[in-house]
Nanobody, 123 residues
């Protein structure tokens, strides 16, 4: 059973940084494509960043230049480094994984989800 546990959320002021982590268990980490998604109150879940099984990354336009996604296969941890945070980045952030090679930014491509970690950015 694949389990994903996010951590690293919190409250920061605009312009600040946070690094989210997602610890995975239950399967070989290198077999996954993975992604970070977020959902603000009253909004649909949206893809923020993704990394395929071979390390190729993709980003939502809102994240380009500010966010970095990476994974440590030895530690089974996925990261999302978020810099220059804006109030509109406020949301619950979810880690997702799937055994396909490439998942991209569509939530329909991921079968495994964490419980989420809250990020709040104040102006």
């Amino acid at each position: 059973q694949v389990q994903l546990v996010e951590s690293g959320g919190g409250s920061v002021q605009a312009g600040g940084s946070l690094r989210l982590s997602c610890a995975a268990s239950g399967a070989s980490f290198s077999s996954f494509c993975m992604g970070w998604f977020r959902q603000a109150v009253g909004m649909e879940r949206e893809g923020v960043a993704a990394i395929d099984r071979y390390g190729t990354t993709s980003f939502a336009d809102s994240a380009k230049g500010r966010f970095t996604i990476s994974k440590d296969n030895a530690k089974n941890i996925l990261y999302l480094q978020m810099n220059s945070l804006k109030p509109e980045d406020t949301a619950m952030y979810y880690c997702a994984a799937d055994f396909r090679v490439y998942g991209g930014l569509s939530s329909y491509n991921y079968n495994y989800w964490g419980q989420g970690t809250q990020v709040t950015v104040s102006s």
